[in-house]
């Protein structure tokens, strides 16, 4: 009898398993998909909406950025790289959009106005 | 680019985590407004519907900027970054993380666009490899005439408008040494900054407008009814 009963156990859990599956599937369906979260209103009146991929800085911005010479950014830049530049009241800076990519935003301050640089 | 301060408060940006149509939703962290990248204007927050104020900026090679800028300074890379984390991307036929909104085929899913548009709905792509044959057009946007230079071996594309005075002016590109010519007063022109720089009217600069490096999909989504600039 005991040996029937280890036999049927297997068989019993796979059939718990997918009776608990099937029950939450919902669930787990609606976690796996970005939340749809606020209706805003596009500029044309449309409405769009804003929907939640990542937590707030999941992607952290920088926002202390330090910059170098021409001559210490060549060993780090190729004349090739893809770059967002800017001049203010003589203050011109080079933000690498390889970098740029990796934060999306660095706040900045460019001849003394703050300025945020966005990708 | 946008100017972080507004109304004599200065705001400092972070990312929202958030989306609209695949752009980047960001968030100030003074208020916890948000704000889309693309329109530079709050969509949702205690300063909805403030608008930023764009700050001119240049889309270009570190070899093209250093050149014109000797005394630049470029932004500490610290040895890392030295591949984009999106190459894969770009050359994929995947679109963004959300679904695209609009059915709009006229042009390839991640075709790169030069995009401009006025606050009355007006739009206009224009494919790369369209400014690539034609690296000046001389168009229309609305009622505002304007002018769209592509200077390929910088890789940048700038959008002005060409009216002076009243004037309309109608420019032919010189891409030996990155000049323009006016047909109405044969002023020639620095193309990178839009100004005159030898003629009559020397001394005058084209007023930049802001324009959007994009992908179609994306750009299709928030202009629907955008044109698209094909060579004649």
Partial sequence: MREKLIHWLPIVGIIGICGLLIIFYENIVELLQPRQDVSVVSQDGRNVEMQTVLSRDAIQSIDNPRFVSVEQANRDYRDSELVMGVEINGDARAYSVPMLSRHEIVNDVVGEQPIAVTW | ?232
């Fill in chain 2, 1 to 232: 680019m946008y100017a972080r301060e507004i109304d004599g408060r200065v705001y400092e940006f972070g990312v929202s985590g958030k989306l609209i149509m695949n752009v980047l939703v960001m968030y100030d962290r003074q208020t916890e407004t948000h704000w889309s990248q693309l329109l530079g204007e709050a969509v949702e927050g205690e300063l909805h519907g403030t608008r930023l104020e764009f700050v001119q900026s240049w889309f270009t090679t570190w070899g093209e900027w250093k050149e014109r800028y000797p005394h630049t300074v470029a932004l500490d890379k610290d040895g890392a970054y030295q591949t984009d984390n999106y190459t894969s991307y770009y050359n994929s036929s995947d679109t963004g993380i959300i679904n695209e909104t609009v059915d709009d085929d006229r042009l390839a899913s991640k075709e790169f666009v030069l995009g401009i548009a006025d606050d009355e709905g007006n739009a206009i792509a224009y494919p790369f490899p369209e400014l690539q044959q034609q690296s000046i057009v001389n168009d229309t946007l609305g009622d505002d005439p304007v002018l769209v230079v592509f200077i390929s071996d910088a890789t940048t594309g700038l959008a002005y408008r060409r009216e002076v005075n009243g004037q309309t002016l109608t420019f032919i590109y010189n891409p030996d040494d990155e000049t323009l010519v006016d047909n109405e007063t044969g002023t020639i022109w620095d193309a990178w900054r839009g100004l005159a720089i030898e003629g009559e009217l020397d001394g005058h600069v084209l007023r930049r407008i802001h324009s959007t490096r994009s992908f179609w999909f994306g750009w299709k989504d928030w202009y629907p009814d955008t044109q698209i600039f094909t060579v004649p």
